[in-house]
């Protein structure tokens, strides 16, 4: 006979396994369930916001910073030419750069959105098998104001992953590419310059 302790501890990862489990298989509660633990640490961390802003932002991070395929993202805001002009330490250097970057100015971004609500735009009928690509929509309500998100999703060997998004029409992908590009430019096409230099800055994400 089991433990009542052990009974309910086990009872519990009844139920919390296939939770983490469907979250993994499935894109659209992968993108909610982390959506509403951001808007959770949005909305009970406000005073920290104001005391603390760099720990305000890890607790965005925590969260954001699985969700992302940081590798292809970075290589795409690069695009073929560059790509293919750096190299394989540079590549390797811009990844980490642009991950640092890209996560300060997101969780920068989503702290200025403060009691903001996330509703996520779930299929009408319930998927067992998705494509590779799923695209993942969803709601954000300022409270004066509604706009549209878009995740671009593909799954891998650690499932599923962001590797682009689009807030309010503005595509923070190709809006990162075209930085890299004219900073690139700028720089003589120098590639160790233009990622010494890079910063990922996409300004209020298309909501103002």
């Not at 560059?82 to 330490?89: G, I, V």
């Not at 300022?142 to 499932?159: A, C, E, I, Q």
Request: aromatic letters at 12%.
């Amino acid at each position: 006979m089991l433990h009542p302790h052990k009974n309910f501890f086990f009872l519990l990862l009844l139920i919390i396994i296939p939770i983490s489990m469907e979250s993994k298989e499935d894109p659209f509660i992968f993108i909610d369930s982390n959506s509403q633990k951001m808007a959770d640490v949005l909305i009970k961390n406000v005073e920290l916001f104001e005391e603390d802003r760099p720990l305000y932002e890890d607790k965005i991070k925590e969260i954001f910073e699985p969700m992302i395929d940081f590798r292809r993202v970075a290589f795409s805001v690069m695009g073929k030419k560059y790509y293919l002009m750096a190299t394989e330490d540079q590549r390797a250097e811009f990844v980490l750069i642009f991950k640092d970057s890209l996560l300060d100015n997101y969780a920068s971004t989503l702290a200025k959105w403060g009691d903001s609500s996330i509703t996520t735009v779930f299929p009408e009928e319930n998927k067992l098998d998705f494509e590779k690509n799923v695209e993942v929509k969803q709601i954000l309500d300022t409270g004066t104001s509604k706009y549209p998100v878009s995740y671009k999703l593909r799954k891998n060997k650690d499932g599923w992953k962001i590797v682009n998004i689009i807030i309010n029409g503005l595509n923070l992908g190709l809006t990162l590419r075209n930085q890299f590009q004219a900073l690139a430019i700028s720089s003589d096409e120098d590639i160790e310059i233009t990622i010494k230099n890079w910063n990922s800055d996409f300004g209020d994400a298309g909501i103002s």
